[in-house]
């Protein structure tokens, strides 16, 4: 699927959407279910929760590539760039009302505390950073769904 869609090699944040879908999906109320549902999950398996992810970021971030006229090599780098922060919470924002089980909390570190970082963001994440202003100094925060 990397190839499918020009993505990173790393797919860690394409892997946080996926299985945000899988988990919203059960109703899991026992230690033994819980044990069962991640039992479940093997590449293969997972593979399969992995294309709506990828299409869904990849397809935002060919608009923002097409929106701000950016050239070939520009938006080619651009679609091979790890998902960010903001990517994963505009997806499972829009996923979320679907799932059965609707109780996901994204975790993430501030970028604000990360100065270094900051000054290296370009494209989209270097516009929308500036939502996380608020949670400076706490490191980590939390968004309910």
């Not at 869609?5 to 026992?30: E, N, P």
């Not at 080619?76 to 089980?101: G, H, M």
Request: charged share 25%.
């Amino acid at each position: 699927m990397i190839k499918v869609y020009h993505t990173s090699l790393s797919i860690c944040g394409y892997l946080v959407c996926a299985m945000a879908d899988y988990f919203g999906q059960k109703h899991i109320s026992t230690a033994r279910e819980l044990v069962d549902a991640v039992e479940w999950i093997n590449e293969s398996r997972l593979s399969s929760y992995l294309q709506k992810p990828m299409e869904s970021i990849q397809l935002a971030r060919s608009q923002y590539c097409s929106d701000h006229n950016m050239k070939n090599f520009e938006s080619q780098n651009y679609l091979r760039d790890w998902v960010a922060n903001y990517e994963i919470e505009d997806y499972l924002r829009q996923k979320v009302p679907t799932y059965s089980n609707r109780n996901v909390y994204f975790f993430r570190f501030c970028s604000y505390d990360f100065p270094e970082a900051i000054e290296k963001l370009k494209h989209e994440e270097k516009e929308r950073v500036v939502d996380e202003k608020d949670f400076k100094g706490q490191l980590q925060f939390v968004t309910m769904f």
